[in-house]
């Protein structure tokens, strides 16, 4: 009866060690199953581009996508917002500053740019903190593409394409990469905006060797498209808008053969942007008698001066123009179908 009682003691306490460690084995794989779960990245539709070119040309600092105006405010040291197009819903994202935003259907993109913060707002961490990153657009899971100097930068079929510069080797380049992070590669070592995506490929106008409008496929094959010198060419179905170096900084539009070139703006334009249907070009021009910015009706061929003065960047999202006073960055937002200007401050949150 003893040797009974001890065998099955001897059962009990073996079978214990043997549970604690099924327990352990079924946490971690849990814990791993959620972690891959987290860092899963969501694709968004093929072919997607993550903003206008009109608006990346002017810093990328307004996004629409879904109802929402993902945005850079200028009330809050041009922190990363979002905001619902009647300008209603303030929610701060994240307290970085934001350049160049783009969104698809899951995630916003920006250039982190800490260095341009106050430094009285800021930490010795964020001073030098810049790079691209990737957020869920309810500000959640931030996500480090690059933590290299960066500048300009676009989302086009699941890739980003973004400025960088090398301290060490003094160069600037353009990278393409997953929005995952991955598959990254140089495509060019030249200090060019590759913002314009259409079809299937991106564009930029030269800069170093020429300023014709140049295209790179898929593959990562580079080559000119036109060559007409450009500056900011924005490419839609209906053809390139550019400014021309070629004829004092006027405004065109051409086919996309390059056959059909006609003067939009006959006067020198410093910051121009085209809204998606094309009617509407907003511009500015710093002539000495006749300073401001202004819209053209291209459907009506009628011009009309928005405000009087020195502006830039500008940019269209949710029927707004959103523009800035060159000299102490005050923002408007104006109505272009209201035809109704105010002064943008949506304040912090």
């Known amino acids: 009866m003893a040797n009974t009682k001890s065998k099955k003691n001897a059962k009990k306490f073996n079978v214990k060690p043997l549970i604690g460690l099924a327990v352990i084995v079924l946490i971690l794989l849990a814990f791993l199953l959620y972690s891959r779960m987290m860092n899963k ?5 093929p072919g997607q581009t993550g903003n206008t070119a009109g608006n990346l040309y ?33 929610k701060k994202l994240y307290n970085d500053y934001a350049r160049y935003i783009n969104a698809d259907e899951n995630y916003v993109y920006y250039t982190r740019m800490n260095n341009k913060k106050d430094v009285s707002t800021q930490s010795a961490f964020t001073f030098y903190s810049t790079g691209v990153y990737r957020i869920t657009q309810n500000g959640k899971r931030i996500k480090a593409i690059s933590s290299d100097p960066c500048g300009a930068m676009l989302l086009y079929d699941n890739k980003l394409y973004y400025q960088t510069y090398s301290n060490k080797n003094k160069l600037f380049t353009i990278d393409r990469t997953d929005i995952d992070g991955q598959n990254n590669i140089k495509l060019l070592a030249e200090a060019v905006q590759v913002l314009s995506a259409y079809d299937g490929k991106v564009y930029y106008s030269g800069q170093e060797k020429d300023q014709y409008i140049h295209s790179i496929d898929e593959t990562g094959n580079e080559s000119v498209f036109l060559e007409i010198k450009t500056y900011l060419p924005i490419v839609t179905k209906e053809g390139i808008f550019y400014i021309s170096t070629a004829d004092g900084y006027k405004l065109y539009l051409t086919d996309l053969s390059g056959a059909d070139v006609k003067c939009v703006v006959e006067k020198p334009v410093s910051w121009y942007n085209v809204s998606a249907d094309g009617r509407y070009v907003f511009y500015t021009s710093d002539e000495k008698d006749n300073s401001g910015i202004f819209c053209y009706d291209r459907s009506l061929d009628t011009t009309e001066r928005i405000a009087e003065g020195n502006y830039k960047w500008i940019n269209l999202a949710g029927g707004y123009c959103f523009f800035f006073d060159f000299s102490n960055e005050q923002a408007y937002a104006y109505d272009y179908e209201k035809k109704v200007l105010n002064f943008f401050n949506p304040s912090k949150k």
């Not at 990245?41 to 539709?45: G, I």
């Open 41 to 45: 990245v969501s694709l968004s539709a």
């Open 58 to 90: 002017n810093g990328g600092l307004f996004c629409e996508k879904d109802g929402k105006i993902y945005f850079s405010n200028p009330d809050d040291n041009y922190t990363l917002y979002s905001m619902n197009t009647d300008l209603t819903g303030l």
